[in-house]
């Protein structure tokens, strides 16, 4: 089965930073979207932050341009998330996504419904 498993998330003041992990296993790596999304209570889950994991193509919300970084580390099959600066705005729970097979020129959107595979998620709390 292809799973999704992240990590990394905690409670952290505002202008802190976190790194998140997410960890692909039962599929190959290759050729695929790869996205960081998240969802606060109320809210709309959003994408945070997509990677193609052959081209490297990335692609970034506005609200985190200039503070969040996604990067992979192709020989550990993880994806990661950094985030910089953080803001309480930027509290939610983030989940891993994947799309399992795109052409090496595909661009990975932010929008959720192109990702079939998700992450059980890994929460984020931000104090002011």
């Known amino acids: 089965q292809v799973q999704l498993v992240e990590s990394g998330g905690g409670s952290v003041q505002a202008g802190g930073s976190l790194r998140l992990s997410c960890v692909v296993s039962?599929?190959?790596?290759?050729?695929?979207?790869m996205g960081w999304f998240r969802q606060a209570p109320g809210k709309e889950r959003e994408g945070v932050a997509t990677l193609h994991t052959s081209s490297t193509r990335a692609a970034y919300a506005d609200s985190v341009k200039a503070r969040a970084t996604i990067s992979q580390d192709n020989a550990k099959n993880t994806v990661y998330l950094q985030m910089n600066s953080l803001k309480p705005e930027d509290a939610a729970m983030y989940y891993c996504?994947?799309?399992?097979?795109?052409?090496?020129?595909?661009?990975?959107?932010?929008?959720?419904?192109?990702?079939?595979?998700w992450g059980q998620g890994t929460q984020v709390t931000v104090s002011s």
């Open positions: 039962g599929t190959t790596y290759s050729n695929k979207c």
């Open positions: 996504a994947a799309i399992p097979s795109v052409s090496w020129y595909a661009v990975c959107p932010l929008t959720t419904g192109q990702y079939n595979f």
